[in-house]
């Protein structure tokens, strides 16, 4: 067989004030490949090659979410992909991992609009198969271009390379002719996030992957949806694919979907607010307490250059604490011409906007520099992906390790201290700013795990979102948008 794979992804936060141009984008060239941070393009890789048959390789183009996807850059990344396609063809397989919240200028609906190409350019036998981000819009559109879509399961997103291979074998067996897909979706009318570790939720997942390959279901997939698209599609929906029976794809995605809209109310995020978290992680007897600052998580758009938090330690004259990571190119350079040792007076972060807070005016100590610093993010299968942080710096100031960094990162793993030297498990707190990936590197190391929403631009506050688009006929709106 001749399988090809690609893909142009991104989250956009349609609120966001930075754009996501085409410098914005890392690009992976087709004989990048395998390439340490594309754990689902290496997965195909492997598979297609074990079964001694040709991978063909696209681009894969990745962005850190920001706000709205120029047009440009959009139209551009598409349109090679679909001219690496044309020049490949023919192909039995195209396999593309997207992301599935990709919003540009005149594209409400990027992925679907890729897709439909896609389906324009290889014709109704060709198998397309579509991997996507739990935190996706999940449209009507994909749904009918597409014949296969697995979403993942987890968040934090552990099982990127494990759904590739569950679309790989779903993919193979229906250009074999051993399958006819038939997927449905049923809208739950809901949006929140839900945090995949804990009970319900990890009953809820386990549940649909055990009923994964019964009863004529082919594939489960519960699209959480992105919060902070403001698009018509915005919300959680259930996925079912069913051998070649439509009608049981449609009762089958109502039932499950149905099932999770009944847990609505145990699985809804209620974060702390910021002084609620102080109080709770310096109450604890535990260390380190691992403080979430989820609103300002650079993974869901927001500029990771907030104050508040930072803020609210100086102000209480904690120490014996790390924050990470302030996005601030300008005090990384400061920081970088210094050197280490340095003495050095900063105005630091608060510069994106108001949901960054005050710029902070510190005396700080430049304890590390680090170059093109990465971290790695653990994964089920294989080996963690490896994130770059850009050029960072270790700040001291009143008893508080900052690590401040040049390219939007959210904090993955304790090593965005541990590599300089700085000890994460001997601190009484740590302030990161992620919203729920960083769990799978700090659940190991951490006493406690607290989850924070102080001011700022992905506050998981739902019902404050400013939708202009979004039919607000959903929970956490109306109590009972299904009844
Ligand atoms: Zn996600």
New binding site residues.
Partial sequence: MRVFAGGVAT?TNTFSPIPTGLIDFEVVEPHEFPHPRRAEMNRLLELTRAQGWTFLPGLHAFAQPAGLTTRRAYEHLRDRLLDQLRAAMPVDLVLLPL?GAMVADGYDDCEGDLIERVRALVGPDTVIGVEL???CHLTPRMVDRADVIVI?KE?P?TDIGARAEDLFRLCVATARGEIRPTMALFDCRMISMYLTPFPPMREFVDAISAAEGQDGVLSLSLAHG?PWGDVPDCGTRMLAITDADPAQAAQVAERWGRRFYALRHQVHHRPLTLEQGLERALASPRRPVVLADQSDNP?GGAPSDATFALQALLERGVTDAGVAMIWDPVVVHLAKAAGPGARLRVRLGGKMGPLSGAPLDLEVTVTGVIEGMHQEWPQQEGPPLQVDCGDAAALHCRGIDIIVNARRSQVFSPQVFSHFGIDPAAKRLLVIKSTQHFYAGFAPMAGEILYMAPPGAVAPLFTEIPYQRVDRNRFPWVDDPLE
């Fill in positions: 989250e992301h981000d739990l935190h993942y968040y997103h992105f993974g």
